[in-house]
């Protein structure tokens, strides 16, 4: 075994403690501030309405959702706004009510200052299986860089956990030799 300084082990280990702290912290309150909520629910993939789909459930076609329709920074309740191709979602949507979906007329229906959803999720058949159609998630595209945000959070929460284990290790007094690898026979 090699020889192992234990306060030189105890500061790497709190060291990289707080660092892994700090980046569980920073993951934590981008997921409760709604920071990552607003990277997925990003910008519209279609011209038509913004809606939270949430809102929608209980609703069917003997009690329709009459959602009004405006310019609401943020969504709350049965609100509809009037979006874009490429524009930026207002707060709580988290889906879009296309303009060929209204066009249709089969599950929404434009009255006057009002969007009505008859027809709110219905269950659909593809390749075999079935599934609920409803308005969450459709026509949403992401932030790409939230991906990448991703990847490097488990990796640097990956790499601070190794190196404080590893000083944690060196604190209690243990140091593991690596095994050398040789190749061809011995």
């Known amino acids: 075994m090699q020889e192992v300084n234990k306060k030189r082990g105890a500061v790497k280990f709190f060291f990289w403690t707080l660092v892994a702290a700090g980046l569980f912290f920073y993951a934590f309150y981008t997921y409760y501030?709604?920071?990552?909520?607003?990277w997925y629910y990003y910008k519209a993939k279609a011209d038509g309405f913004a809606v939270?789909?949430?809102?929608?459930t209980g609703h069917s076609k003997e009690n329709p959702a009459l959602?009004?329709?405006?310019?609401?920074?943020?969504?709350?309740g049965l609100q509809a706004v009037p979006v874009k191709k490429g524009d930026r979602?207002?707060?709580?949507?988290?889906?879009?009510?296309s303009k060929e979906q209204v066009k249709k007329g089969e599950r929404v229906v434009l009255e006057d200052k009002f969007l009505k959803v008859l027809v709110p999720m219905k269950i659909r058949?593809?390749?075999?299986?079935?599934?609920?159609?409803?308005?969450m998630h459709k026509e949403i595209q992401t932030n790409p860089w939230s991906g990448v945000w991703n990847v490097v959070m488990i990796l640097?929460?990956?790499?601070s956990l190794g190196l404080m284990a590893e000083g944690f290790t060196d604190m209690m007094g243990y140091k593991l030799e690596k095994i050398e690898h040789f190749e061809?026979?011995?």
């Open 184 to 186: 061809g026979a011995h």
């Open 52 to 56: 939270n789909a949430r809102a929608l």
């Open 33 to 38: 501030s709604g920071q990552m909520i607003s």
């Open 89 to 97: 979602l207002p707060v709580n949507a988290n889906g879009i009510i």
């Open 125 to 135: 058949e593809a390749k075999g299986f079935k599934f609920k159609d409803t308005f």
């Open 156 to 159: 640097s929460l990956g790499f």
């Open 67 to 76: 959602l009004t329709i405006g310019s609401f920074d943020k969504i709350e």
